[in-house]
């Protein structure tokens, strides 16, 4: 008897689990196919309440885009939006502390060292503002762009979607230097895109698929590098972008291009080749000490070595679902979202889902940001919202 009710309760017990894994699968979509469930997944909660850990809600503006993240320095967020609005919120409650618009329609995120924030429209105008939301300049691009700007040691850099590069004090707006676009013609697709800077090396994508490392101070040249090589890769079609913000691990410098190319450098050895892997087209990348994790545009996660660029595991449990941006870390946890407004938690370990949380309609499609306080997101209607996890 003993043994006939433990057998019905590890029954029910499997079936719950294969209907949560079901729920989420048609939650990404009305149809859908029960094989890429992964039998390695381990439900460890059911969904969670939202209301739970739903920490706050700020709103910006009305609309937003991939292009379009907040900034947190100093639990303050620096955000803006594509209909003129810029912000400045504190991190722990949401409230604004001061929000002004500009009559122009911006391309990017904003770029701020904490005393100064600076925004680009979509005439290519460069506008300055002081902390208190004062405009201390402004200037002209070499062209429009979608690539976030960048400050660093009293220096604004501005690239441009010809891959013209300029550099700007950042208390006045005298230009320093400026790398001349290579044609007159852009063929950069209108994918988020970041610039970093390591040891005084600005470090850049071009949309010919290569980094290129830069003098900050002198705007020369230091070394540049391919992300795409001999892999049957048709260099015509120009789909060889570099995505979202190269990765920075010790020495080492990750970046993934469009086309589907995920590869690793040597910042010590002027920007020489560790490895390369493929994938299908990637949406994002992000890391940690050890690991690369990525989203192809077929929803496959995937874990890659950072030493060697092997794979760790991939994951397909999302397969049907619209996933967005790049996934974010914190602690064990990988955040990643999808075009419907769900968040959905991955142990970054092993791929296993853990949780999931429904955003409503605002859909999900500004990268997320981890902060000490919780996963940052900025929703397609303009708003901000503060996610308490785990």
Not at 27 to 39: L, P, R, V
Not at 50 to 71: A, M
Not at 84 to 92: A, H, Q, Y
Request: charged share 15%; aromatic share 10%; with cysteine.
């Amino acid at each position: 008897m003993h043994n006939i009710y433990y057998f019905f309760s590890h029954l029910l017990f499997r079936i719950n689990y294969l209907w949560i894994g079901i729920f989420i699968l048609s939650s990404c979509s009305s149809s859908f196919d029960t094989s890429y469930i992964n039998k390695r997944i381990n439900f460890s909660k059911d969904l969670i309440n939202l209301s739970k850990n739903l920490k706050w809600v700020s709103s910006i503006g009305t609309e937003s885009n991939s292009n379009f993240y907040p900034v947190v320095l100093n639990n303050e967020i620096y955000a803006t939006t594509p209909d003129g609005f810029i912000g400045k919120f504190d991190l722990l409650n949401g409230n604004i502390i001061w929000k002004i618009s500009v009559p122009m329609r911006l391309t990017t995120g904003p770029a701020t060292d904490g005393s100064t924030i600076v925004v680009i429209s979509e005439e290519g105008e460069i506008f300055a503002f002081n902390d208190k939301g004062l405009l201390k300049w402004s200037k002209k691009s070499k062209g429009t762009t979608n690539i976030t700007p960048i400050i660093n040691n009293g220096i604004v850099i501005v690239q441009s979607g010809n891959d013209a590069l300029q550099a700007f004090d950042v208390d006045n707006g005298e230009n320093l230097w400026i790398i001349p676009e290579k044609s007159s013609v852009s063929n950069r697709l209108n994918i988020a895109s970041k610039m970093i800077v390591i040891d005084n090396l600005l470090i850049t994508g071009t949309e010919n698929g290569k980094l290129l490392a830069v003098d900050i101070r002198t705007g020369v040249i230091q070394w540049n590098c391919s992300i795409m090589n001999s892999h049957n890769i048709d260099y015509q079609d120009h789909l060889i972008n570099i995505i979202g913000s190269p990765l920075i691990i010790d020495n080492i410098i990750c970046a993934a291009a469009y086309k589907g190319c995920i590869s690793c450098f040597d910042t010590l050895n002027e920007g020489r080749i560790i490895w390369n892997n493929y994938l299908n087209k990637i949406k994002g990348i992000t890391s940690d000490k050890d690991f690369i994790y990525s989203i192809s545009d077929d929803n496959l996660i995937s874990s890659l070595s950072l030493h060697n660029g092997e794979f760790i595991w991939n994951q397909t449990i999302l397969k049907n679902c619209q996933l967005t941006a790049a996934p974010v870390i914190i602690g064990d946890i990988m955040a990643i979202s999808d075009s419907e407004g769900y968040l959905y938690c991955i142990s970054k370990n092993n791929g296993f889902l853990i949780d999931s949380f429904f955003l409503g309609k605002r859909s999900v499609i500004s990268s997320i940001v981890s902060t000490q306080q919780g996963f940052l997101i900025q929703s397609n209607d303009g708003n901000l919202m503060l996610i308490n996890y785990p």
